[in-house]
C-alpha cells in the first residue's frame, strides 16, 4: 500500500458520498466540456465563415441589385481603373442576364410557384415589357439565368459553393465561343447533353459541359464565356458587378474607400467585411456566452470538490492526527488527500465525458437557434427583398452557417477535458491541505 | 535513556493562562515499566504529548540519547516520531478502513522499507502480540476492543522504538482484558529493551510498575 493507492481507497470509503459527488461533478465538467466545444467549434466556423469570404469586395452598378432597380451598368474604363487601384490582386468581371421564354427555347426546371406567379403579374420579369402571359393565354415560366464569367474558379463571384463539371468540360479563360456549361436541372428538364445546341438571343449556343453547383438555384442556371454573353445580348463592353479580390484583409477598407471615390456614385461597394459582420456576430455571442459557462463550470467544479475536501479532511482530524503520531510527514498525508481527490475527480471527468459527448450536440443546437434568431432579426432588411438575401447569398458557405453547425469532439477536447479535471482536483486539495498542515498531532490525545 | 528537565506547557483558555505541565522533571533508564497516575486533568497526556515529540514544550529541555528534542526541526522530529516512539492509545486510533496487518504495515511505510519486509515484519509482529493469522485482514470494526489495542501495540512497536508511549490503553477494556495488555506490554519491555511510559487510573496496573509518578495539578511527585 502506498499513499496513492491509500488516497484512491480513501475515495470509496463512503459509497453514498462518492456516487453523489461523482454525479454532480461529472455534470459540471460535461458542462465545462461542452462550453469547450461550442467554442472550438464556434471558432471554427468563425474562422471559416472569413476564409470563405475571403477579401473580396462587390461593386455593382448604384442603385442595382440583382435584376431590380434602374441605374446604369458599369464599363470597360471602370474595369481598368478597379484593375490599377492599388492592392487589388484580381477583378472578375460577371454579366448577369435572364432568358425569357422570348429569348430561348429552354424552359426553367423551377416551378413558378405562388412567389413566382406573385413577381410575374407585378410585372417583375426582368425586361419590364409586359409578357403575354398576362393576358392569361400562355403559362407563366421562370426565366433563365445567365451567368457570364471569365474565371470559373472563382466561386464567390459565381455565388455558388462548388462547381462540379459532371459530363463535358470547362471552357477556358479569354473564349468567345458560343458555347455553356449547363446546370444539370436545367439540362435535364430540356434534355441536353454535351453537344447538344440551345438558342438564347436567337443565336445557337453549344452545351460545353453540365455541372452541379449543389443547389436547384445554381442548378437550373447557364455559365457561359463573358465576351459570348457581352456580344448575343447585345452588351458589349457592359458588366454587371465586378468581384475585387484584395492582397489581404487588411487592405479591405482601403481599396473600397479608393473604388468608391474612382468612380464616384456610379457604383456600390460592398466589402465582404461589412457583409459577413452580421454573420459572425451571432456566432461571437455564442462564443463568449460559452466562454463565461466554460469558467463558470471549472469554478463550480472547483468549489465542489473543494468543500468535500474540506468536508473530508474536517471530519478524518483525528486520523490525520494519528498518521502524523506514527511518523507520517506532511507532505505524504498531503499527496493521500490529493490522490483521493484526483480519484474523485478522473470517476467524474470519465463520466463527465461521457455526458459531454452525449448532450454536446443538442446543447450547441439551443444555443445556435437562439444566436441565429437573434442574428437574423439584427440585420437590417434582411427580411424585406431579395437583394439582401443575394447579397448574403452571394458569399458561398454563409447560407449553411447555422444549418452545418455540430460540435466537433476530438481527443484534443478529452484532453482538456482531463485537464480541466486535473485542475480542479489541484484547486480543490490546496486549502484542505493547508488544514491538513494545521492539524496538531498531539490532538490525538484528546478524547473525543 | 529519557531525561526530563523543567518542562511546563502553558495553554490559554479563552484569556486564562492554564499551566496544564508545570515544572516537571525526571529520568528514566532503558527497559523500564512506568506508570503516570494522577486525576483527571492534572496533565499526564499533556506530558506524554511532549515526550512523544506531538507538542512542545514552552519551557524545559527532553533530553533522550545525549539529543535535546525540544530543539529538533519539524524533519528530525518527524524521524523521532517514526523511529523512537511508539504510540498506543486509550481509543486504539486505527485506521478504519484498513486491515490489522495494513495498519501495522503504516510506520513501516513511512520508514521506506520495502514492501515484502513490511508485510513479513507486521504479520510477525501480530504473531507476537496474540493476533492468529485469520484475523490480519480483518478491518479494525470486526476486531473486539482487547484485539484492536493488540494490533495498536503491534504498530506502536514496528519500527523497534526505544520508547512506547501509552496513554490509558486499558481504559476502554475489561479488567480482565486490561491485565493481559498490560502483561504483553511488560513482557515486552524486557524482551525489546523498550522503555515503556503508560498513563493509567487503574491501581493494579501501577501496582505492577518499576516506577509511579504521580502528576496533580501540572506538578510530578515520585511515589
Ligand atoms: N489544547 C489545549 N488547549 C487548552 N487547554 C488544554 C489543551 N490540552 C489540555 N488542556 C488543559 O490542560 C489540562 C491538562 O489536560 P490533560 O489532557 O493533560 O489532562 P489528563 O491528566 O490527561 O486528564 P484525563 O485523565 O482526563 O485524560 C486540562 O486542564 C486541560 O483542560
Ligand atoms: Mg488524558
Redesign the interface.
Known amino acids: 500500500?502506498?499513499t496513492i493507492s491509500?488516497g484512491m481507497?480513501?475515495a470509496f470509503?463512503n459509497g453514498l458520498r462518492t456516487l453523489s459527488i461523482t454525479v454532480i461533478l461529472a455534470m459540471s465538467i460535461a458542462m465545462a466540456l461542452i462550453m469547450l466545444m461550442a467554442m472550438k467549434t464556434v471558432e471554427m466556423k468563425i474562422e471559416s465563415v472569413k476564409s470563405s469570404v475571403g477579401n473580396t469586395i462587390t461593386v455593382t452598378p448604384a442603385g442595382v441589385r440583382g435584376f431590380e432597380g434602374g441605374g446604369e451598368l458599369l464599363g470597360s474604363d471602370d474595369l481598368a481603373t478597379i484593375q490599377k487601384t492599388d492592392n487589388v490582386s484580381e477583378v472578375t468581371a460577371i454579366v448577369s442576364e435572364r432568358l425569357n421564354s422570348d429569348d430561348t427555347n429552354l424552359e426553367s426546371p423551377i416551378e413558378p410557384g405562388s412567389f413566382g406567379e406573385r413577381q410575374n403579374n407585378r410585372g417583375y420579369n426582368g425586361g419590364g415589357v409586359p409578357p403575354e402571359s398576362s393576358s392569361g393565354d400562355r403559362k407563366f415560366t421562370m426565366p433563365v439565368t445567365v451567368t457570364g464569367i471569365d474565371n470559373l474558379e472563382n466561386l464567390s463571384a459565381l455565388n455558388m459553393s462548388k462547381l462540379e463539371i459532371t459530363a463535358g468540360e470547362k471552357f477556358l479563360s479569354g473564349s468567345e465561343d458560343k458555347i455553356a456549361l449547363v446546370g444539370k436541372d436545367l439540362a435535364q428538364k430540356n434534355n441536353l447533353n454535351v453537344g447538344s445546341i440551345f438558342s438564347a438571343f436567337n443565336q445557337e449556343i453549344k452545351v460545353l459541359g453540365l455541372f452541379d453547383a449543389g443547389n436547384t438555384f445554381a442548378n437550373a442556371q447557364l455559365i457561359m464565356p463573358i465576351l459570348c454573353v457581352q456580344e448575343i445580348s447585345g452588351q458589349k463592353n457592359m458588366y454587371n458587378s465586378f468581384i475585387v479580390q484584395v492582397d489581404s484583409v487588411e487592405n479591405l477598407d482601403k481599396v473600397g474607400d479608393s473604388i468608391s471615390s474612382a468612380l464616384e456614385d456610379k457604383a456600390d461597394v460592398v466589402s465582404s467585411a461589412q457583409s459577413t459582420e452580421s454573420i459572425i456576430k451571432p456566432l461571437e455571442n455564442i462564443k463568449s456566452i460559452s466562454v463565461y459557462s466554460l469558467i463558470g463550470s471549472v469554478v463550480a467544479g472547483s468549489v465542489i470538490i473543494l468543500l468535500t475536501m474540506v468536508m473530508i479532511v474536517r471530519e478524518r482530524r483525528?486520523?490525520i492526527g494519528?498518521?502524523?503520531?506514527?511518523?507520517?510527514?506532511n507532505y505524504?498525508i498531503v499527496s493521500q488527500f490529493i490522490s483521493e481527490a484526483l480519484c474523485l475527480t478522473l470517476i467524474s471527468s470519465v463520466a463527465g465525458i461521457i455526458l459531454g459527448a452525449l448532450l454536446s450536440n443538442p446543447v450547441l443546437k439551443v444555443l445556435v437557434n437562439n444566436a441565429s434568431a437573434d442574428g437574423a432579426s439584427g440585420v437590417p432588411g434582411a427580411t424585406p427583398g431579395r437583394g439582401m438575401m443575394r447579397m448574403v447569398n452571394a458569399i458561398p458557405g454563409i447560407q449553411n452557417t447555422f444549418r452545418d453547425i455540430s460540435a466537433v469532439l476530438d481527443w484534443s477536447i478529452v484532453l482538456y477535458g482531463l485537464v480541466v479535471a486535473l485542475l480542479i482536483a489541484i484547486i480543490g486539495s490546496m486549502l484542505p491541505a493547508y488544514f491538513i498542515a494545521k492539524v496538531?498531532?498531539?490532538e490525538?490525545?484528546?478524547?473525543? | 535513556m529519557i531525561r526530563v528537565k523543567n518542562i511546563s506547557k502553558k495553554f490559554e483558555n479563552g484569556g486564562a493562562e492554564v499551566w496544564a505541565v508545570n515544572n516537571v522533571s525526571f529520568g528514566l533508564e532503558s527497559g523500564i515499566f512506568c506508570a503516570i497516575i494522577g486525576k483527571s486533568g492534572s496533565g499526564k497526556s499533556t506530558l506524554l504529548a511532549m515526550l512523544g515529540a506531538l507538542d512542545k514544550p514552552s519551557q524545559g529541555t527532553i533530553d533522550v540519547d545525549g539529543k535535546d528534542v525540544t530543539l529538533m526541526s519539524e524533519a528530525k522530529l518527524i524521524d523521532y516520531r517514526r523511529n523512537r516512539i511508539g504510540f498506543v492509545f486509550q481509543n486504539y486510533n486505527l485506521v478504519p478502513n484498513l486491515s490489522a496487518l495494513e495498519n501495522v504495515m503504516l510506520p513501516l511505510e513511512f520508514a521506506g522499507i520495502n514492501k515484502n519486509d513490511r508485510k513479513s515484519r507486521a504479520k510477525k509482529l501480530l504473531l507476537q502480540v496474540g493476533i492468529s493469522e485469520d484475523k490480519h485482514n480483518r478491518k479494525p470494526l470486526h476486531l473486539s476492543g482487547g484485539e484492536q489495542q493488540r494490533v495498536s501495540i503491534a504498530r506502536a512497536l514496528a519500527n523497534s522504538p526505544k520508547f512506547i508511549l501509552a496513554d490509558e490503553p486499558t481504559g476502554n477494556l475489561d479488567s480482565n482484558t486490561g491485565r493481559t495488555i498490560v502483561d504483553l506490554l511488560k513482557r515486552l519491555a524486557k524482551s525489546e529493551n523498550t522503555t515503556i511510559i503508560a498513563v493509567t487510573h487503574d491501581q493494579t496496573i501501577a501496582d505492577q510498575a518499576e516506577v509511579v509518578l504521580q502528576m496533580k495539578d501540572g506538578k510530578l511527585s515520585m511515589k
Open positions: 500500500m502506498s491509500r481507497r480513501n470509503r483525528r486520523e494519528v498518521l502524523k503520531a506514527i511518523g507520517s510527514s505524504g496538531r498531532p498531539a490525538v490525545m484528546r478524547s473525543e
